[in-house]
């Protein structure tokens, strides 16, 4: 499985829309990209997944350029409850999902 | 909504020990697995399971661990002899063929405390 990078950490402030990019340079052809969002002494929890172009939900946006070497997951106006860590992976489905150290997002009054 | 469940929510063990860790996961679904997360460290990948067979396991899943779905609601970790490095947070994790392909809920998690 592709490896994945993204920021260690990012700040924000409440109702900004907040971007995180992950790179995946080696995403093979059956890949999928995923986040997931993980709170203090909680389980992860899916937020949203794309093979290419933009995918929108009630939650987030998900832009994957053609090349799908990169991603950017968009949350818009984050609010206090968005604190958490939020992870990129990719993934082919019904498998084992492989966790990096993910992005801390924490989001000031 | 349907959720996964896990009891109980913190073990506390003595090195040696056996200890059991349960899962309900989502009725419907047919791909189990378990991670962990040892404090302020990443989430792990353990065991995958489907059709009442591991199907992927990591190398932390050594001989000391084992699964089983011994009904057609539970699904259970057991540590046979427990050692310090396996305190960790244990997330139980269900998938279905419905819904988004990578797509799995976690349960909220078994914190294991070994002394």
């Known amino acids: 499985l592709a490896k994945t990078t993204q920021p260690i950490s990012m700040d924000s402030y409440e109702g900004q829309e907040v971007n995180i990019t992950c790179s995946h340079n080696n995403i093979a052809t059956n890949d999928y990209i995923t986040w997931y969002q993980q709170f203090p002494s909680q389980g992860p929890r899916f937020i949203i997944q794309g093979y290419k172009t933009k995918v929108t939900n009630e939650v987030a946006s998900l832009f994957i350029p053609a090349d799908r070497k990169s991603s950017t997951l968009s949350l818009p106006r984050v609010s206090l409850s968005d604190t958490a860590v939020y992870y990129c992976l990719v993934a082919r489905g019904y498998n084992k999902l492989i966790f990096g150290a993910g992005t801390r997002l924490a989001v000031h009054p | 909504e349907p959720e996964v469940t896990q009891t109980p929510s913190h073990q506390v063990t003595q090195m040696g020990q056996e200890v059991i860790l349960r899962c309900v996961p989502i009725?419907?679904?047919?791909?189990f697995y378990w991670y962990r997360q040892i404090l302020g460290q990443k989430v792990e990948f353990l065991v995958s399971f489907y059709n009442n067979e591991i199907s992927e396991k990591s190398e932390i899943f050594d001989d000391q661990f084992s699964v089983e779905r011994p009904d057609g609601s539970n699904f259970t970790l057991k540590i046979r002899s427990t050692k310090l490095e396996d305190s960790a947070m244990y997330f139980c994790?269900?998938?279905?063929?419905?819904?988004?392909?990578?797509?799995?809920?976690f349960g909220p998690g078994t914190r294991l405390t070994v002394l």
């Open positions: 009725s419907n679904h047919l791909y």
């Open positions: 994790a269900s998938s279905s063929t419905e819904g988004s392909y990578n797509e799995q809920f």
